[in-house]
């Protein structure tokens, strides 16, 4: 049986715009403008859809896990519940080491693990470094997005939509 190829996804600044203070409520919770799109045609070429975001704002008390799960909702609910699943660290080094959180590669292994996926036929899309850092350890391709380049990824994109049409065009050429 054949493993399953990925698309590992940062959350904050790659599906929602992300907000110093955090976007952990819906009135600051904006789905940027092709993710739907983006997702819906990574999923109809097989791709599984994970998301792994570090969520420190909890650890830090800023919000809670209730909060977090309304937007995880509203992103589900508005881009057609196509997202396979969503791993998030609560921690924050001022408040707790943990493993799970990215640059570290816990996250990413247990999805790996879980969905029986085939880190070479798979990508991660971040916008920030400590994104990608994980992904290049696991051996899985990196784009970064929305207007961050440092120079580690595999390749830049302006956004998922963007991310989403490099992708399918280099399964393609494959």
């Known amino acids: 049986m054949s493993k399953n190829k990925c698309i590992f996804l940062d959350r904050d600044g790659v599906l929602n715009k992300d907000f110093?203070?955090?976007?952990?409520?819906?009135?600051k919770f904006f789905i940027i403008d092709g993710v739907a799109e983006a997702?819906?045609?990574?999923?109809?070429?097989?791709?599984?859809?994970?998301?792994?975001?570090?969520?420190?704002?909890?650890?830090?008390?800023?919000?809670?896990?209730?909060?977090?799960?309304?937007?995880?909702?509203?992103?589900?609910?508005n881009t057609g519940h196509l997202i396979d699943h969503i791993y998030y660290s609560p921690c924050h080094p001022n408040f707790s080491e943990s493993?799970?959180?990215?640059?570290?590669?816990?996250?990413?292994?247990?999805?790996?693990?879980?969905?029986?996926?085939?880190?070479?036929?798979s990508w991660m899309v971040g916008d920030k470094l400590r994104d990608m850092q994980p992904a290049i350890?696991?051996?899985?391709?990196?784009?970064?997005?929305?207007?961050?380049?440092?120079k580690i990824a595999d390749h830049v994109a302006e956004n998922l939509l963007g991310a989403a049409q490099f992708i399918l065009s280099s399964d393609k050429r494959v």
């Open 20 to 27: 110093v203070d955090y976007a952990y409520s819906l009135d």
């Open 99 to 121: 493993l799970t959180r990215k640059p570290g590669t816990l996250m990413f292994e247990k999805a790996i693990a879980k969905f029986d996926v085939d880190v070479t036929q």
């Open 39 to 77: 997702l819906d045609l990574l999923k109809k070429h097989g791709y599984l859809l994970i998301v792994i975001t570090n969520q420190s704002g909890l650890a830090r008390g800023i919000y809670t896990r209730e909060d977090m799960q309304l937007c995880h909702n509203y992103l589900q609910e």
């Open 137 to 150: 350890k696991m051996g899985i391709k990196t784009i970064q997005v929305d207007g961050h380049d440092d």
